[in-house]
C-alpha cells in the first residue's frame, strides 16, 4: 500500500505565477488535510477535505488560495499569483475513516517564489 | 485555545532513554494527546497518542499525569535516527493537528 504521495516535490515560481500542488492520499482514505511550513516554523493547518467537499477551510489564507478533492483524481491545492511570503513546504495528510484517527503525510512538495 | 508547551530543545546520547515533555494544563477532558515527529526534510510521522492512561508501542512510550495537565514521551533507547523535531499536539475540531514549536531533539553519537 503506497503512502501518501505529492508532487512535484519541488517547485519553482516567478511572482505573480500559479501553483498547482497535487496530493494522492493513501488508497481507502477519504480525508485529506493541508498543512503549510513556513521556513523555521512549525506546521498550520490550512484546509481539510473529504471527497467533493471543504469540511474546514479556517486556516486558509482569504485570497488567492483554493483547495479541492474531487470524486477521481487527487486533492489540488491551488495558488495564484504566488508572492515570495507563499514560499513553504506544503504537506498534505490523509485519514482512513475518522477525522480523529491518525495522519499519514506525505513528502511535501517545497515551493520557492523567485 | 487549549496549548501545549515544550522545551525548544534536547539533546541526549545514543543508546540512552530520552524524556521529551509537554505541557497541557488547559486541554479538555476528553481531547486526547497526540505526539508526531518531524525528521529532517521529511513529512510528520505519527508516534502515539493517548487520554488518560499510559501508552506504549513499538516506537515510545507515553506517560501522561495523572491531572492530564502534562505528559512525557520517552524513547527507551535513542538512536541516531531519533534525531528529529517532536511534536505534542491536541487536535482542532474537525480533527485537524494543531502544531506548537516542538522540541528540538539532537542525538550524539
Known amino acids: 500500500n503506497a503512502g501518501v504521495m505529492q508532487n512535484p516535490r519541488h517547485l519553482v515560481r516567478r511572482r505573480g505565477q500559479e501553483a498547482r500542488l497535487r496530493c494522492s492520499p493513501m488508497?481507502?482514505?477519504?480525508?485529506v488535510y493541508w498543512y503549510r511550513q513556513l521556513p523555521e516554523e512549525g506546521l498550520k493547518f490550512m484546509v481539510y477535505?473529504?471527497?467533493?467537499?471543504?469540511?474546514?477551510e479556517s486556516g486558509m489564507p482569504k485570497e488567492r488560495f483554493s483547495a479541492e478533492f474531487p470524486k477521481e483524481g487527487p486533492s489540488i491545492l491551488r495558488i495564484q499569483q504566488v508572492v515570495r511570503g507563499d514560499s513553504a513546504a506544503y504537506f498534505c495528510?490523509?485519514?482512513?475513516?475518522?477525522?480523529?484517527?491518525?495522519?499519514?503525510f506525505g513528502p511535501g512538495t517545497r515551493l520557492t517564489v523567485l | 485555545d487549549a496549548k501545549t508547551t515544550q522545551p525548544n530543545s534536547m539533546e541526549s546520547n545514543e543508546e540512552e532513554p530520552v524524556h521529551l515533555p509537554c505541557n497541557h494544563s488547559?486541554?479538555?477532558?476528553?481531547?486526547?494527546i497526540h505526539w508526531y515527529r518531524q525528521l529532517p526534510s521529511q513529512g510528520p510521522e505519527y508516534v502515539i497518542h493517548?487520554?488518560?492512561s499510559n501508552v506504549n508501542n513499538r516506537m515510545a512510550s507515553l506517560a501522561i499525569a495523572e491531572d492530564r495537565k502534562s505528559s512525557t514521551l520517552i524513547l527507551h533507547r535513542a538512536t541516531l535516527r531519533d534525531a528529529a523535531v517532536y511534536y505534542c499536539?491536541?487536535?482542532?475540531?474537525?480533527?485537524?493537528?494543531?502544531f506548537g514549536k516542538g522540541t528540538k531533539l539532537s542525538v550524539k553519537p
Open positions: 495528510a490523509s485519514s482512513p475513516y475518522r477525522p480523529r484517527d491518525e495522519q499519514f
Open positions: 488508497k481507502g482514505h477519504s480525508h
Open positions: 477535505l473529504q471527497k467533493e467537499n471543504i469540511i474546514d
Open positions: 488547559t486541554i479538555s477532558g476528553t481531547d486526547y
Open positions: 493517548g487520554l488518560t
Open positions: 499536539i491536541r487536535r482542532g475540531s474537525q480533527g485537524n493537528l494543531i
